[in-house]
């Protein structure tokens, strides 16, 4: 049996660990901690609200078949003006049209039928009961008719508006159902942003106010837009409610597009600011004779980067911009 010696790696990291340790605990208590230091800075203050939201027509609509069915023809094409009403496309309708024309039929025959009766309940020769049935069969017979004529109707896709076709999303061959979104009509200006904002959010939100429009498709140009209205319902699943951003008609959005925006609730020009990093409960820690101090402050604006200062600091303080963890005030601190 081979004898193993114990290995010496874990005491041996530890005396590492406990090195590395006294010396940075020697350099903060010899030199204080490296932090970054910051003065108050002039310029605008900005709070906002943050949302994401889809372009799309100002009026628009999806178009979709009443019935299920296989589409036997494609009538028009995407970027096609069409009219109320106009057929947009025709699912197959052949045994529809067969039924329509087997109940024409027994309705000429109960039709023949009915005057037959009729003559011979005249005349005596047969009793008006088989007319009345006669009668009874007929008047069944046309409103079989009526109702075969609508399901007949319904398998043509129409218009329920003047525009254009947007986008077309199936094909002729294909099955589908009532659920399914074969056209998309409506037009291509005025267009506007539809966003879900938080409900804790929307009571600052209200028409008219300016939104700051950020999309993939235009990294480098400033887009912007106005609150046009607010759903008075909101969504009580996911808490949020819709708002309408009203574009200029010169926008280079495209209907269909992700945009990231947000909505102005308040801007203030030649405000004092600090990073958002600096403040915790209303405070933040100043640089004071090689320590770190807490100073108690009035916050204005809140915006994502930069809050406005409204009491508390000078122009000749220096803030810790962004202190690190376990900093407190009276532990010693260098510029970094």
Known sequence: ???????????????????????????????????????LEQGLAVEAIYATGTVEPENWAKIGPVTTGRIAEMLVREGDRVTLGQPL??????????????LQARAVYWREELNRAKTLADRGIRARESAEKARSEYDQA????????????????????????????????????????????????????????????????????KVLIKADAFPNQGLSGTIDRITPKGDPINKTFRVRVRLPDDT?????????????????????????????????????????????????????????????????????????AGLKAGDRITAQ
Do not use: C, H
Request: avoid cysteine; charge should be positive.
């Open 89 to 102: 496309a025709r699912l197959d309708d052949r045994e529809a049209q067969a039924k329509v024309s087997e």
């Open 252 to 324: 280079p959005l495209m209907i269909g597009m992700t945009t990231e925006i947000n909505i102005i609730t308040a801007e203030k020009p030649d405000a004092n600011l600090i990073p958002a990093s600096a403040v915790a409960k209303d405070a933040v820690l100043v640089y004071e004779d090689g320590k770190a101090a807490r100073r108690a402050i009035v916050v204005g604006i809140k915006g994502r980067d930069r809050v406005e200062v409204l009491s508390g600091l000078k122009a000749a303080d220096r803030i810790v911009a962004s202190p690190p």
């Open 1 to 39: 049996m081979i004898k193993r010696k114990p290995t010496r790696i874990i005491p041996l990291l530890l005396i590492a660990a406990i090195l590395a340790g006294g010396a940075v605990f020697a350099l903060t208590r010899n030199g204080g901690r490296a932090v970054a230091l910051v003065s």
């Open 142 to 209: 046309v409103a079989a008719i009526n109702a075969a004529r609508q399901r007949r109707s319904d398998l043509a896709v129409t218009a329920p508006m003047d525009g254009m076709v947007l986008r077309r999303d199936a094909e002729p061959g294909e099955v589908v159902k009532p659920e399914n979104t074969i056209f998309w009509i409506g037009e291509q200006r005025p267009l506007r942003i539809t966003a879900d904002v938080d409900e804790e959010d929307i009571a600052v939100v209200a028409a008219g106010q």
